[in-house]
């Protein structure tokens, strides 16, 4: 039995990865303290959603941990501050539906009693999003966590609403909103989702007003809604109905009359060119409303059933049976035109999975204009940087024609709004705290509005409010001077507006600070078919089960190898054998190392990166101390760049072919020197030294292997982590040029002969003899190590003999003696057809080079390239020929 007997033949993520998340909680090492000897590295988490399941979407939160780990291991304080969401629509939905399975009513129950089933509901469940996040081994400050609904959380939004309000900001006003029946509260865009069904377009007969016989014809696609019309409308230039502006018709069924209007909303082409106007249940008729004074005809209940504005056989019918209704009922009276299949969008309430309708109410709302200001200067000036840049021209856009915003819902759970309005007079106070009475008649009974707050008006506190904004101690106001602002928000660009805007309007407001440095936009995961990943399309995957199956680092390492900046994600399953085959790939390169240790008294534990010096005196220690330096220097530009598939693919890279394929093959024949232990064991030494910092680059990627591997070369670091070792530093005085040209050189030739030698069948074990017309000093001092590599005797600048086979390295010309290893005729045969498929291709750069449309028009560095292509061809057809010669 050996030291290193836990390095099994593949690593095992599912018993190392909750033994390691354990040790990590008990350790307590991603607690954060104020240190003034550091400075703060600090990211608050996109809180998920108490109701939340794990997605692919917070597969995206390895980025945050990526960033925290990188800036912990560069000596930052970081602090990755968690939490989640009360989600006010979602959990009023799950709560409602549980009391319903239990034939309990939400109306029955009262406010009170059903808050209580909720805050139950959340004891119950709500702690799920959270193991579940643990198990991607992110390294948040878990003694921070936050809930939005928390008592310090809730009195910075109240604090937050009351200063808006005193400060004139928030006002109450009847406007059309989106509106769910089924919740039978506002809700935001975010919360609507755009669907494309098939319906009908009616075109419908609406009698003009003092004739027995005429009549025009509208065309709607929601002919319910007919009750509510208050106009119909022309275009002011359509010669076909300019006779009729001025006049009146009747709606059918109730005969109310109402004008003809003009207005350039009005599309000629569409339907019959007439429309009708609704403006209490459709946003556009609404403006045209407002131009002609048109007045509001609400015609539905707060669940969609037609009200007292319809015909009294309507009332309390729902939209769709009293369309149906409606329908017939034209028909059976001649109204009816003609109706045709269309296609139209249809926003569907994504709690209420019904459509939303336009629904004329009265809300609470805050005036943007000046927090959007405020949110344009923070870009503007530099004090924000948005990633990927081109999301700027989205975010101008939206905040130069931005509306004011609806934050009441008419919800119980979540933050409930605190305006009082007085009994007695109407006033309206906003106060942090119930007042005893009117301030302005004295009255004692003050009643509390009954809605809640829009959810994202409570989370556009997070990067300070988590800080315990409202009522914080001395402590607390020392940990908001050092963590806020934050240093980075990593999130989806799809609530660029509904969260990261308005975080930013409140950090500029309530605190007079931009909450963040840096804002950095996640892609979208798509399916391989390109669809976006829902759990309404049923492609969303089984995120649990697939790091069960493969493990969470080849998860989190797949993912992020993906993640280019701007570019989306096509996703599929089989992604993570990647990162599962690199994950063996590392842990058999520790056990190839500690093979050996003992053979040559090594003990890891006793080497660090940290005491690694510059090997230049030895070719191959020079060299692969360079190519490390340089990919070490290459992985924090790409992490300062927020390129993180650039940081795993150079890592990739490096540790698969440079350190493994490459420097181990030539690490080996050392190891075997009999002759030269001293040599072997300095070799295998700096092996150790570059694996060690490897694992520490490698860390905030792949943090589970990274840290058993470590755990096990270091048995005696006993509650440490590898997470707080000093990152690998750039260093240009450990870069020598010369050596990587040089190893560079001699791996293009190893591959040309392994290229010959695989195209000619020729067993690995055969010696090789080689012909290469230049000179060996291209190569340095590392033609042994080439000869080995290649299994073959090189002959420099000597003209080939005999049956060769010829390749092109880097200009030179390569040719493989084949004499009794090859087939004469065979080998004459591909000859021919090379040569041929060669010529036509110099024959077709040729004729490009040739036409002066091409020459005069094309960029420079497309006419080089033409050109350099032809010299190649050139040179490779001289080659073959030669070859073909020899035959």
Sequence with gaps: MTKFEAFTKAFEPSQAEAKLRNYWNINNFYKSSRNPDKKPYTIVMPPPNVTGDLTMGHMMFTLQDILIRWHRAKGYEACWIPGTDHASIATEAKVTKMLADQGISKKEIGREKFLEHAWEWKEKYGG??????KTLGISCDWSRNTF?????????????????YKDGLIYKNH??????????????????????????????????????????IVATTRPETLFGDLAVAVHPSDDRYSHLIGKNVLVPICNRKIPVIADYFVEKEFGTGIVKITPAHDMNDFEVGKRHKLGLLNIFHPDARLNENAPESYQGLDRFVARKKLVSELE???????????????????????????????????????????????????????????????????????????????????????????????????????????????????????????????????????????????????????????????????????????????????????PFKHCYFTPIVRDSRGRKMSKSLGNSPDVAGIMAKYGTDAMRF??????????????????????KTFANKIWNATRFLTMNAEKFNVDPSKISFDDLKSKSDDAIMGWITSEFFDVVRKVHDN???????????????????????????????????????????????????????????????????????????????????????????SSSQMIDENSIHHMREVQAVVI??????????????????????????????????????????????????????????????????????????AEKERLLKKIEKVTNTISGVEKRLSNKEFTNGAPAHILEGAKKQLLENQKELEMLQESLKLL
Excluded at 812 to 824: A, H, I, Q, T, W
């Design 148 to 164: 939005t609904m928390d008592e310090k959380y809730s009195a910075a939004v109240t604090k937050g609403i009351v200063k808006l």
């Design 558 to 579: 797949s993912l992020v190898n993906q993640i280019v900046t701007g570019q989306d994600i096509f996703w599929s399953d089989e992604c993570c054998e990647l990162g």
């Design 332 to 514: 059976e009276l001649g109204l009816v035109e003609k109706i045709q299949p269309h296609k139209l969008v249809v926003g569907i309430s994504e709690r209420g999975n019904v459509p939303i309708e336009y629904y004329l109410s009265e809300q609470w709302y805050i005036k943007m204009e000046k927090l959007a200001d405020m949110t344009l200067d923070a870009t503007r000036s530099g004090r924000l940087k948005l990633i990927p840049t081109h999301q700027e021209k989205t975010w101008e856009h939206w905040l130069t024609n931005i509306q004011d915003w609806c934050i009441s819902r008419q919800l119980w759970w979540g933050h409930r709004l605190p305006m009082y309005t007085c009994d007695q007079c109407n006033h309206v106070h906003c106060e942090e705290k119930p007042p005893i009475k009117c301030d302005k008649c004295g009255h004692d009974k003050l009643t509390q509005d009954p809605d809640a707050l829009d959810t994202w008006a409570s989370s556009w506190l997070w990067p300070f409010g988590v800080h315990n904004w409202a009522n914080p101690s001395e402590q607390e106001k020392l940990d908001l001077e050092y963590y806020y602002p934050t240093n980075v928000i990593v999130t989806g660009a799809d609530i660029i507006f509904f969260w990261i805007a308005r975080m930013v309007m409140a950090g500029e407001y309530f605190t007079g600070e931009t």
């Design 752 to 825: 040309a002969v392994r290229a010959i030698r695989g195209k000619f069948n020729i067993h690995p074990a055969t010696e090789l003899t080689v012909y290469l017309k230049d000179s060996q000093s291209r190569f340095g001092n590392l033609t042994p190590q080439m000869e080995a590599l290649a299994k073959a005797k090189f002959n420099f600048a000597t003209e080939q003999k005999g049956f060769c086979a010829p390749s092109l390295v880097n200009g030179s010309e390569l040719f493989v003696s084949l004499e009794g290893l090859v087939d004469r005729q």
């Design 175 to 216: 406007r059309l909103v989106n509106w769910c029946p089924v919740s039978q509260s506002v809700i935001s865009d975010e919360e609507v989702n755009p669907e494309e069904r098939n319906g009908s377009l009616w075109h419908l007969r609406y009698p003009i007003e003092g004739s027995s016989n005429e009549y025009i």
């Design 639 to 729: 992490i300062s760049r927020y390129e993180f598939s650039q940081y795993s693919s150079s890592m990739y890279e490096f540790i698969w072919m440079t350190y493994c394929d490459w420097f181990v093959e030539l690490l080996k024949p050392r190891l075997a020197d009999e002759n030269n232990k001293n040599l072997a064991k300095e070799t295998l030494t700096l092996a150790f030294q570059i694996f060690d910092g490897i694992l520490r680059i490698m860390h905030p990627i792949m943090p589970f292997i990274t840290e058993e591997i470590w755990q096990q070369l270091n048995p005696s670091h006993e509650g440490k982590t590898i997470g707080f070792e000093k990152l690998p530093e």
């Design 128 to 133: 799920r999003i959270e193991d579940y996040l």
